[in-house]
């Protein structure tokens, strides 16, 4: 079964600051440094989901992004304060579409956010292979759709 609903349960998967070292040369937060805190904030979802890393490793099996875009709407600086929220907009039987949305804390702003198609995989094939049912009927809860019985 497959859904595709505006994102509605956001979940908080990151809180941070951005650093110094985070900053490029005019002082803003680096484009690396927006990336790698949604990084941080897929794999918490991910855990939210039940695919935690000694589930990958016990059953080999793997996340791979596909596909990502991002959009920055507002700088950042070395100081702010941020908050990503992140959502599950659709899950398939290989794959998952999410969504985070970085908020700077201070003035409430969204400062960027992002999409990310991912891939559930076999480590040991690389090839994509169905999601766990209880991964999937998380997934769905989280859309707001029922859980499924059968993935097939």
Not at 35 to 50: H, I, P, R
Not at 59 to 81: C, F, N, P, S, W
Not at 125 to 133: C, E, G, H, L
Request: net charge neutral; aromatic share 6%; hydrophobic share 40%.
């Amino acid at each position: 079964m497959e859904r595709d609903t505006p994102a509605t349960n956001f979940l908080v998967t990151y809180r941070g600051t951005v650093y110094p070292l985070h900053c490029d040369h005019m002082g803003h937060m680096n484009v690396a440094s927006y990336v790698s805190k949604f990084d941080e904030a897929s794999w918490q979802l991910m855990t939210s989901l039940g695919l935690t890393n000694a589930r990958f490793r016990q059953e080999r099996i793997g996340m791979a992004t596909v596909e990502q875009q991002v959009a920055y709407k507002r700088e950042l600086h070395a100081g702010d304060v941020v908050t990503v929220r992140s959502a599950v907009l659709r899950i398939t039987n290989r794959s998952i579409h999410i969504t985070h949305q970085m908020q700077n804390d201070d003035t409430g702003d969204l400062v960027a956010s992002t999409t990310i198609i991912a891939v559930h995989i076999d480590s040991s094939t690389r090839r994509a292979r169905p999601f766990p049912v209880d991964v999937h009927d998380r997934a769905m809860a989280l859309i707001g759709g029922s859980p499924c019985v059968s993935l097939s």
